[in-house]
């Protein structure tokens, strides 16, 4: 992946989009680029997004903000061309170390999608390369636009 400062920020989203993600005020995140299809109407069919995590005031991750960051990026859904809601129906959430200072790097991937159902499995790795966090979401998957 790209590093954060060649990968798109959440700052860049259309102000209407921003007006309903008000979450992202707090949140530097950074999408790698080759995973943002969804987002001018392009997507990958990968069920693959990535991308860069740290707190917009500077404070350094904890514990906590993992259990934010397996849910933070935009759903796969989007890359697999269902750009509508998402709604989970579980998430299951390990945190297995305290991050060290840095940015987080945060992957998400979908290998299923049946019967109106998607899982989309989270790896949240912290700045010295050690896997800090996990997840595995169910959630309802939304029909294609047309």
């Not at 060649?6 to 993600?21: N, Q, T, V, Y």
Request: contains cysteine.
């Amino acid at each position: 992946m790209p590093p954060p400062e060649e990968c798109i920020s959440a700052a860049e989203a259309p102000p209407g989009f921003l007006k309903h993600a008000s979450l992202l005020e707090r949140l530097d995140l950074r999408l790698d680029p080759a995973t943002t299809g969804w987002a001018v109407g392009k997507p990958s069919g990968n069920g693959v997004i990535r991308g860069w995590l740290r707190m917009a005031d500077g404070r350094e991750p904890d514990p906590l903000l993992l259990l934010l960051a397996v849910d933070a990026l935009p759903p796969v859904a989007f890359e697999l061309g269902l750009p509508g809601w998402t709604p989970t129906l579980e998430l299951t959430a390990h945190v297995r170390a305290r991050p060290a200072p840095g940015w987080l790097r945060v992957s998400l991937t979908n290998r299923t999608l049946t019967g109106g159902f998607l899982e989309e499995d989270a790896e949240v790795w912290d700045s010295a390369g050690r896997l800090v966090a996990l997840s595995r979401q169910l959630a309802r998957a939304s029909a294609p636009r047309r």
